[in-house]
T-cell receptor, first 117, second 112 residues
Framework: GAVVSQHPSWVICKSGTSVKIECRSL??????MFWYRQFPKQSLMLMAT?????????EQGVEKDKFLINHASLTLSTLTVTSAHPEDSSFYIC?????????????FGEGSWLTVV | DAKTTQPTSMDCAEGRAANLPCNHS???????VYWYRQIHSQGPQYIIH???NNETNEMASLIITEDRKSSTLILPHATLRDTAVYYC?????????????FGTGTRLTIIP
């Protein structure tokens, strides 16, 4: 099946610094990718929709200047958490759909753990 | 997307069939029923989806009631590796909609 990969799998950063998380579709092209956040023992919450070649669409309550999304190619979207704070510590997950297969299945990356200290 | 309701948790003995119910009484005619699972500290994994007919693949079977108001995911021979949170999601059939709304899911624990 289609594969979506994230990097890094986990990262620790200091408060006030920025950290970038990559989401790649390994064997298919994705014009749209989605970024989710998941706090411990909670469900996934959609943060934003990443659109190749255009601005991302953010869900209500998500600060676009804090969570910068770039979708520069058909296989890569990046999420940058700027001026990170401990409350940003979470599990970040991306997803994408393989349109080439003609199917309707969405695949998820392995997730990236962010710890802000 | 249709709102779905699932039991918070379930236990199942190893080797037995695990039957996970989902109510989606507000589902519309153009919404699929999708099932994903999330093993601890990993991204969600696609299991199966269906519209009207029952579906089966190498992982599971999906039984959808005739009125489409509920469905059951069946793992025929549960193993310890099937311990995970299982999400039932309603999703429009139009290919332009790739946004998934996750509920709280069912935490399935397989008992040795």
């Amino acid at each position: 099946g289609a594969v979506v990969s994230q990097h890094p799998s986990w990262v620790i950063c200091k408060s006030g610094t920025s950290v970038k998380i990559e989401c790649r579709s390994l064997d298919f092209q994705a014009t749209t990718m989605f970024w989710y956040r998941q706090f411990p023992k909670q469900s996934l919450m959609l943060m934003a929709t990443s659109n190749e070649g255009s601005k991302a669409t953010y869900e209500q309550g998500v600060e676009k200047d804090k969570f910068l999304i770039n979708h520069a190619s058909l296989t890569l979207s990046t999420l940058t958490v700027t001026s990170a704070h401990p409350e940003d510590s979470s599990f970040y997950i991306c997803s994408a759909r393989d349109r080439q297969l003609g199917g309707n299945t969405i695949y998820f990356g392995e997730g990236s753990w962010l710890t802000v200290v | 997307d249709a709102k779905t309701t699932q039991p918070t948790s379930m236990d199942c003995a190893e080797g037995r069939a695990a039957n996970l119910p989902c109510n989606h009484s507000t589902i519309s005619g153009n919404e699929y029923v999708y099932w994903y699972r999330q093993i601890h500290s990993q991204g969600p994994q696609y299991i199966i989806h269906g519209l009207k007919n029952n579906e089966t693949n190498e992982m599971a079977s999906l039984i959808i009631t005739e009125d489409r108001k509920s469905s059951t995911l069946i793992l025929p021979h549960a193993t310890l590796r099937d311990t995970a949170v299982y999400y039932c999601i309603g999703r429009p059939t139009n290919f332009g909609n790739e946004k998934l709304t996750f509920g709280t899911g069912t935490r399935l624990t397989i008992i040795p």
